[in-house]
């Protein structure tokens, strides 16, 4: 069987992703390899053009739904697999080729969750986010050395972003004689710094509030208590088929809010959270669960109460994750079925 040949009897195709070197792994009907093959980035899509239509399979990774999308336009058949998933179908030493075949094998398993490829508007909507994340751990940087170096003279701030500003202010006075004036040379350009970051992420945050208002399921989502625009758009650019969740529960697990278990012999042992999957969206959940908790005792929602409830023999972060898993379930209620969160008013018993 000739080279071309080979390549047309490929059914399965397993893809490792890299920079500029991409590994295939392809067999045929019955289990065969047909193809073992090195390819730069520039050769990919000609090769597969050249290809009839097959299964593809790739780890989900930041160039993976690109790619997917390019190769679905060749008409090919293309899934994501998460790549904790592929492992296990690694034989022996791990390499390009390992890793390859490993995907060719995961791909074609009936019981394989796989990721579903997300458009360029949701990448686009997701970099927004991404975008704002890393400019705020660099605000939260920038206002800890402030803290810490202005903390070495004897100027202590309570603490919170927002009583920043007064440490700023005693830096631009040049008539407060706390400081030397080396400290305000080396501290300003931190505060100037601090001053743009603000700035970019306002402008960020005005950009994620547009597609918020633009997008009628992100608006459905904001009904939630706990969740803003900033967690409806999120799940919105990041959840793009629903149905692959079967029940709350599994929407719940993907975003790791679910215990961990180390079950045998038919004893159940639930330990913490797994903090599986998307980190973003977890975080952002149990940051608006903590907010909610903080205004518990001022509302007489079913939510609300049952927050009580469990704040009375629970810790406040375990409560803070319990009320994030049940946003979670909520939140894939409303995707699953349609409609509106209407808040249930109940008597406090």
């Known amino acids: 069987m000739n080279k071309s040949t080979s390549e047309s009897a490929i059914v399965t195709l397993g893809v490792d992703l890299a920079k500029n070197i991409f590994q295939l792994h392809g067999v045929d009907a019955a289990g065969q390899v047909v193809m073992q093959r090195v390819v730069r980035r520039r050769e990919f899509l000609r090769l597969l053009s050249g290809i009839p239509r097959c299964l593809i399979g790739m780890e989900a990774c930041a160039t993976s739904h690109y790619w997917a999308r390019c190769l679905m336009e060749l008409g090919h058949e293309v899934r994501l697999i998460p790549p904790t998933y592929v492992k296990a179908y690694v034989r022996r030493q791990k390499n390009d080729a390992a890793d390859a ?14 990721v579903p490829v997300k458009s360029e508007t949701q990448q ?15 605000r939260i940087a920038l206002i800890n050395a402030l803290r810490g170096h202005l903390a070495e003279f004897g100027v202590v701030a309570p603490q919170g972003a927002r009583h920043v500003g007064g440490l700023v202010a005693l830096l631009e006075d040049a008539s407060d004689g706390r400081l030397p004036a080396v400290v305000r040379v080396a501290l300003m350009p931190l505060a100037a710094q601090l001053r743009n970051l603000d700035m970019s ?18 608006r459905r989502l904001a009904r939630v208590p706990s969740v803003g625009p900033l967690i409806a758009s999120a799940v919105t650019a990041s959840v793009t088929d629903v149905s692959m969740f079967g029940s709350g529960r599994e929407f719940a697990a993907f975003l790791g809010l679910v215990p961990r278990q180390s079950s045998s ?18 975080k952002l959940l149990v940051v608006g669960a903590t907010a909610v908790l903080r205004h ?22 375990v409560v803070a994750v319990a009320l994030a898993n049940k946003t979670a379930r909520i939140i894939w209620a409303l995707l699953r079925r349609g409609g509106v969160y209407r808040t249930q008013v109940m008597q406090a018993a």
């Not at 075949?101 to 796989?114: D, H, L």
């Not at 992420?201 to 992100?218: C, E, F, K, V, Y």
């Not at 012999?265 to 977890?282: A, H, N, Q």
């Open 124 to 138: 686009s909507r997701l970099m927004l986010h991404r975008a704002r994340e890393l400019l705020v751990r660099q």
């Open 201 to 218: 992420i306002g402008a960020l945050d005005q950009q994620i509030l547009m597609q918020h208002r633009n997008d009628p399921t992100s």
């Open 265 to 282: 012999g038919g004893k159940e042992r639930l330990g913490r959270i797994s903090k599986m999957g998307d980190r973003y969206l977890r």
């Open 296 to 317: 518990a005792k001022k509302g007489n929602s079913a939510l609300k109460l049952w927050a009580q409830r469990l704040l009375a023999k629970k810790p406040f972060k």
């Open 101 to 114: 075949a490993a995907i060719c094998e995961a791909v074609s398993r009936p019981s394989m969750r796989f």
